[in-house]
């Protein structure tokens, strides 16, 4: 018995020479390992041993067994080791470049305005998407039963509180800031607003808007006009015309609407200004003395004026998309080319 032990080991360590890949080292576990291989057979043969020769045997067998499963072992892992260090890439092929990110439209428009703001001493300031009816409407002089609710179709959000809302506009941010900051105020607020508005090539459910407010003695409504003129030359250049048109809104006194003359015809008319040459970029006002008043401003003593552009109109005005859906939809077709 001893002596077939050490036959079947110089037969393992041939076999054991033999292994050079992945195949030959199957061939070698099938030959000596599994259920029927020579090694689980002798394990099994110990059986038949007589007693008093067991231990010894046992013994032999069981060093041999050891012995076969380490090496197997580190040749396994050695071929693993080999396969893994195969180089997986052909440095021959030409380079892939890879995609680079950029900045989305309306983040860009967005950073425009503000540089343009922050050049004429305004700073950014922020509010919250979940606002109450007193800062979203009433605060802002919308009374309850006021029609001008009706403009804006408002997200309720059903809260035991009552009265939470998804913000309509984001004119609630003036009111946070003239509670809770000293004057003279001159601040941009940007961020996203919602409306239960169908969508359309015009139109989004959830958009992006910027407010602007400034308070001080003696703002007069020269200060706003030259205030939006500035920057729609900045932002549109030095040739775009300008028009203020007569408007409404319940927190601003008077009230207007700037039109700029259409990117696409020079005002001459077309599709896009619907043949009016005009296109209207934002509303804006002088700030009612109500609104001072329900803020603890003293109208006598100060006024403001306030503006608010849509961002994504205003992204369309410089890129030239003229459907409000393709900024969302991420194709990166589109995306790339601005
Ligand atoms: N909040 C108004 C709107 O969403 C825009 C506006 C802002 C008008 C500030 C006047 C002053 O339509």
Redesign the pocket.
């Known amino acids: 018995m001893i002596a077939d032990i050490s036959i079947i080991k110089q037969n393992i360590e041939q076999d054991f020479a033999t292994i050079k890949d992945a195949e030959s080292l199957e061939q070698f576990r099938l030959k000596h390992l599994t259920k029927k291989g020579t090694l689980p057979v002798l394990v099994e043969s110990l059986r038949e041993i007589p007693k008093e020769d067991k231990p010894a045997i046992g013994k032999l067998i069981n060093e041999l067994r050891q012995y076969v499963e380490a090496t197997f072992k580190e040749f396994k892992e050695n071929l693993e080791a080999e396969e893994s260090s195969v180089p997986l890439i052909d440095t021959s092929l030409p380079g892939r470049m890879p995609l680079k990110g950029h900045i989305h439209p309306i983040k860009k428009t967005l950073d425009t305005i503000i540089s343009i703001f922050e050049g004429m001493g305004f700073t950014v300031a922020e509010g919250i998407d979940i606002e109450d009816d007193y800062h979203n409407y009433e605060a802002l002089n919308f009374a309850e039963d006021h029609p001008a609710r009706d403009?804006?179709d408002t997200f309720f959000i059903d809260d035991p509180r009552g009265d939470i809302l998804l913000r309509?506009?984001?004119?609630p941010v003036?009111i946070r800031m003239m509670k809770s900051h000293p004057i003279p105020i001159r601040s941009i607020m940007p961020g996203r607003?919602y409306r239960n508005e169908a969508l359309s090539a015009r139109s989004l459910a959830e958009f992006h808007?910027i407010?602007?407010l400034y308070i001080d003695k003696n703002v007069t409504f020269a200060d706003l006009k030259g205030t939006i003129v500035a920057f729609a030359k900045q932002m549109y250049g030095n040739n775009s015309q300008f028009r203020f048109r007569p408007s409404y809104?319940p927190?601003?006194e008077p009230?207007a609407e700037v039109d700029i003359s259409c990117y696409l015809c020079s005002g001459k008319g077309c599709r896009i200004c619907k043949h009016s040459g005009w296109l209207e970029i934002?509303?804006?006002?002088m700030v009612h003395p109500q609104v001072l008043k329900n803020c603890g401003i003293d109208p006598e003593e100060y006024s403001g004026f306030?503006?608010?552009f849509g961002i994504e109109r205003v992204t369309m005005l410089a890129t030239g998309i003229n459907d409000i859906r393709a900024l969302y939809e991420n194709d990166i077709r589109v995306l790339e080319q601005f």
């Open positions: 403009m804006q309509s506009h984001t004119s003036q607003v808007q407010e602007g809104f927190f601003t009230s934002c509303g804006c006002g306030a503006f608010g």
